[in-house]
């Protein structure tokens, strides 16, 4: 235990060391506010301030509905992903592979570099960025894409106590083909470096007020950075609560940390038809990939679950 708590006390002091480097070189900034970021395979592009509370969860009923796509019940593909900013030299090629013909690609640590918007692009994915904070002109975050519109967005941040930089969720609602239901889509990167889990609890209490209202299916993914018992606790409240399912996987490649696991896809109201964690060089975390689809009976179950 010794041990442990000294590892976790040097890796406090060098990432405060490296966030005060940051911050001194004048190449990092914190938006003032929820900074949201949209862009569509039209090259529209919007900036919004848009945060989540429990007061907004029923005013996506029928925003946009007419002219909305939907996405297909019957196939959901999705992407999980914390790319490490791409700083890995191989991490494009593998972020190509991995997002094409995605449904919902599901990002964190997104860096809006020419690489990440061009692969966007070329593979006609709708994004959306919720800013975490700025790295030379470039905005970095949990970011979401996908083959329609969301109906809308919304995000949460909270600050790191020792790096004091915002760890950010973002959460879309998006049409679903032969349902009046929305599936929502919350992305998370949780807070990291923090002694003990007051304000991690709170990053999830907050994500879960945000889905708690939600009428329909729900899809929750990110990297939780759940390596303690005491934050997995916290993580497995918020999943029964909810009535969430968690993906299940015959790999066993999902990174773990002092023997936990890290990144997470959680669900409600769908069914799982393959999972599959991918080892990969890429990144400091190997990609989750999903497949679900909307059933009967999953549905009943989500209604009962109100």
């Not at 190509?96 to 995605?102: A, F, T």
């Not at 994915?125 to 790295?135: C, S």
């Not at 069914?271 to 890429?282: G, I, L």
């Amino acid at each position: 235990m010794m041990r442990k708590h000294g590892f976790k006390t040097s890796l406090f002091i060098v990432a405060t060391i490296v966030a005060g480097a940051l911050f001194a070189s004048g190449c990092v900034s914190v938006p003032e506010q929820t900074r949201i970021v949209n862009k569509g395979i039209d090259e529209h592009h919007s900036v919004t301030e848009n945060s989540c509370d429990i007061s907004q969860a029923q005013l996506y009923s029928d925003k946009n509905r007419e002219s909305a796509h939907q996405l297909d019940s019957n196939s959901i593909t999705v992407l999980n992903w914390n790319i490490y900013k791409g700083e890995e030299k191989n991490w494009a090629a593998d972020f190509r592979e991995l997002s094409d013909g995605k449904d919902l690609v599901i990002i964190q640590e997104a860096r809006l570099n020419t690489e990440v918007k061009e692969t966007l692009k070329q593979q006609s994915i709708h994004w959306t960025l919720n800013t975490g904070f700025i790295v030379n002109d470039e905005a970095t975050g949990v970011l979401t894409g996908s083959r329609v519109k969301p109906v809308s967005s919304c995000g949460l941040r909270t600050t790191e106590p020792f790096l004091r930089l915002p760890k950010t969720v973002l959460v879309n609602k998006y049409e679903l083909s032969g349902t009046n239901e929305k599936l929502l889509v919350a992305n998370i990167h949780s807070i990291n470096f923090t002694l003990g889990t007051e304000v991690y609890g709170e990053q999830i209490n907050a994500l879960k007020a945000a889905i708690t209202h939600h009428r329909g299916p729900v899809i929750v993914a990110g990297d939780f950075n759940s390596w303690s018992d005491s934050r997995k606790e916290i993580v497995n409240a918020m999943v029964d609560d909810l009535s969430l399912k968690a993906v299940t996987y015959e790999s066993k490649n999902r990174v773990t940390i002092f023997g936990n696991e890290i990144d997470h896809v959680f669900y409600r109201g769908l069914q799982t038809v393959s999972s599959e964690a991918q080892q990969v060089t890429s990144s400091d975390h190997n990609p989750i990939k999903v497949t679900f689809r909307k059933s009967p009976a999953e549905e009943k179950l989500a209604r009962n679950f109100y």
